[in-house]
């Protein structure tokens, strides 16, 4: 039936397959197929491709998809790959570099990361046609066991490559790198992105605590960033950015003391961070007014793809650093309106601040509408669940926060539906809307929360299973910087 489809149609439906796909089912498809270069403009090289007719093939695909711009996908490639290979499949990208608008890499090494993009897009040119750019190394200590002959000079490493990423890539909207000392470049105090919207810093391969230091360094040219997505699994602390032009800051690449706090990020309204660690210290190095989703995940992937997970220590040095870090937040972004907790331990007392504020200041956040819990366990101290029924009721009495949304998914302290329903009654007001929502997991609910319902409350009924643990440690491309399933 396909067959006698007019050749538009085909031609529209082909667009959204598989070119390899296409050209394999019959001759005439492909012949129709070759005609599109749409269809040929997704470049994927991974292991398998790092073979002797790859070249031949890489320019056979690259012939066929014109001038559409080009996305580049390139890994994961480790350091037992056939490089000669691997050098003329770059050298033959590096003659359609002008026409790519997305490149990913995935590397073993720092090292071989670096090398590959200096092999595409030699250092001589800008290249304003790349909007993204994603890099992943898998290993932050893999570098300093490289084998190289006495005679050779060792090749620069990834930040090396990316010292000057703002002036070779003028357009970039999209960043994605790997927190290790090696790959976060140190770039030029004169430097700015003038496009970049979204940076992600991604540490789920880091053995050892990110410099913050660099992370500032980097955020001083990204003046228009909206999205900073900055996660690692380590949970150590590092020293934080000074703010006084007299004290220096520690010291760097390129010798550099001069990295100084708070950054002014006018445009940054999104905000995801890991907690404990470095990460989650960046809010003291930041002045974001135009915040408004904020996500503080204390999540931990597996170890080194073992079953195990990092265990976080909810101590008397992480617990009520958070409230910390959200207390200078609270300085410069009022106008902070959504808030997602992720295996978080905040006590009673930090949520009463945080719904409640204080006589003489007030609330912190007079805007927050929307609070997600996620993966919050009770314990036998009290003061480490401290989103309970207490709390609600408290609510019910001082509803002065505008709370529209509220979410509790997969977490194990005990919450009773009469005082959560006794809590967004408060905050109707008396006035049905639809406009107000609660999200929760298995729960008996009885007849209290159905009675909501009938007041204009949506509500979202999730069975077991069926919202997903936070992923972010899985080490893909496909970083969601907004963390939009957070909230």
Request: with cysteine.
């Amino acid at each position: 039936m396909a067959p006698s489809l007019p050749l538009d149609i085909l031609r529209e439906i082909f667009r959204y397959c598989d070119a390899k796909n296409v050209t394999e089912t019959s001759s005439y498809f492909a012949s129709i197929a070759r005609s599109i270069p749409s269809l040929w403009s997704t470049i994927r090289i991974g292991q398998r491709q790092v073979v002797p007719e790859g070249p031949d093939f890489l320019s056979y695909w690259l012939n066929r998809a014109g001038t559409e711009a080009l996305q580049v996908s390139i890994g994961p490639l480790d350091r037992e790959a056939a490089f000669d290979t691997v050098d003329k499949i770059c050298h033959i990208l590096s003659n359609f570099n002008s026409g790519i608008s997305r490149l990913e890499i995935s590397a073993e090494t720092a090292i071989l990361a670096g090398t590959l993009i200096g092999n595409i897009f030699p250092s001589s040119g800008a290249y304003p046609n790349l909007l993204s750019l994603s890099i992943r190394v898998e290993d932050d200590e893999a570098d300093d066991d490289e084998d190289f002959d006495d005679d050779d000079e060792n090749p620069p490493s990834l930040d090396n490559y990316l010292a000057r990423v703002a002036e070779r890539f003028p357009s970039l909207q999209t960043l994605s790198l790997p927190t290790f000392y090696d790959s976060l470049p140190m770039v030029p105090k004169e430097a700015s992105f003038s496009h970049l919207h979204t940076l992600v810093l991604d540490g789920a391969w880091e053995h050892d605590a990110p410099s913050i230091i660099l992370v500032v360094a980097l955020l001083h040219s990204t003046p228009q960033l909206e999205t900073l997505w900055f996660k690692h699994v380590t949970q150590d602390h590092w020293s934080l950015v000074p703010d006084d032009p007299t004290t220096p800051s520690e010291l760097v690449k390129g010798d550099r003391t001069d990295i100084r706090g708070p950054v002014f990020l006018p445009c940054l309204t999104s905000l995801a961070v890991s907690a404990p660690g470095c990460a989650l210290d960046i809010m003291f190095s930041i002045n974001a007014p135009a915040l408004h989703n904020l996500h503080v995940d204390g999540s931990r992937g597996p170890v080194r793809g073992s079953d195990e997970r990092y265990d976080v220590e909810w101590d008397g040095y992480n617990t009520p650093h958070i409230l910390n870090c959200l207390k200078h937040l609270s300085l410069h972004s009022k106008q902070l309106r959504r808030l997602a907790v992720t295996s978080v331990h905040i006590p009673h007392a930090d949520w009463k601040w945080l719904l409640f504020g204080t006589a003489g200041e007030g609330l912190p956040f007079p805007l927050l509408e929307s609070i997600a819990l996620h993966d919050i366990e009770e314990t036998p101290d009290t003061e480490r669940c401290g989103f309970n029924d207490a709390l609600l009721s408290s609510y019910a009495q001082d509803s002065r926060l505008p709370l529209r949304r509220l979410a509790i998914l997969r977490c194990n302290f005990q919450w009773s539906g009469a005082v959560l329903a006794q809590a967004f009654r408060s905050a109707l007001k008396g006035a049905p809307t639809e406009s107000y929502e609660f999200e929760f997991g298995p729960f008996r609910s009885g007849d209290e929360l159905d009675g909501l319902a009938a007041e204009g409350v949506k509500l979202i009924r999730r069975q077991a299973g069926e919202v997903e643990a936070d992923t972010w440690w899985t080490r893909g491309h496909g970083v969601d910087p907004l963390d939009l399933h957070a909230y």
